[in-house]
C-alpha cells in the first residue's frame, strides 16, 4: 500500500512561484514511477511532470520550461518547482505514483495511487 502525501500550494500573483512537494509512505516498489497532476474545475485531470524509474523526467507542454521536477530519495519526496506562474495554472494538484507501467507518462488513468491534493491558485 502507499500513501501520498502534497504539500506546498498557494495562492501568488501571475509571474510568482511555488514548490509543491509529495512525500510517499509505504511500498516502495509500488511506487517507482511518480509524478504531478493537476485538475481545474470544469477540467480533465492532466499530466504536469512524471519520471521513471531511471530519473528521466517529462513534462507537459503547457509547463516545458517553468517547472522543474526532482526526486529527494532520502526522503522519499517529490519536489515540484514551479516559476513563472499564470493564471492558467491555477488547478489542484495532485502527486500519484504507481509501479513499472506508468513511468514516464502523463497519461492520469495509468496512476493507481493518488494523493489528496494540494491548491495552486494564480491571480492575474
Known amino acids: 500500500q502507499v500513501q501520498l502525501v502534497e504539500f506546498g500550494g498557494g495562492s501568488v500573483q501571475a509571474g510568482g512561484s511555488l514548490r509543491l512537494s509529495c512525500e510517499t509512505f509505504?511500498?516502495?516498489?509500488?511506487?517507482?514511477?511518480m509524478g504531478w497532476f493537476r485538475q481545474a474545475p470544469g477540467k480533465e485531470r492532466e499530466g504536469v511532470a512524471v519520471d521513471d524509474s531511471d530519473g528521466r523526467t517529462g513534462y507537459a507542454d503547457s509547463v516545458k520550461g517553468r517547472v522543474i521536477l526532482s526526486q529527494d530519495n532520502a526522503k522519499n519526496t517529490l519536489n515540484l518547482q514551479m516559476i513563472g506562474l499564470k493564471p492558467e495554472d491555477t488547478a489542484m494538484y495532485y502527486c500519484?505514483?504507481?509501479?513499472?507501467?506508468?513511468?514516464?507518462?502523463?497519461?492520469?488513468?495509468?496512476?493507481?495511487?493518488w494523493g489528496q491534493g494540494t491548491q495552486v491558485t494564480v491571480s492575474a
Open positions: 500519484a505514483a504507481d509501479a513499472y507501467q506508468a513511468c514516464g507518462r502523463l497519461k492520469p488513468a495509468l496512476y493507481k495511487y
Open positions: 509505504g511500498d516502495t516498489y509500488s511506487s517507482k514511477c
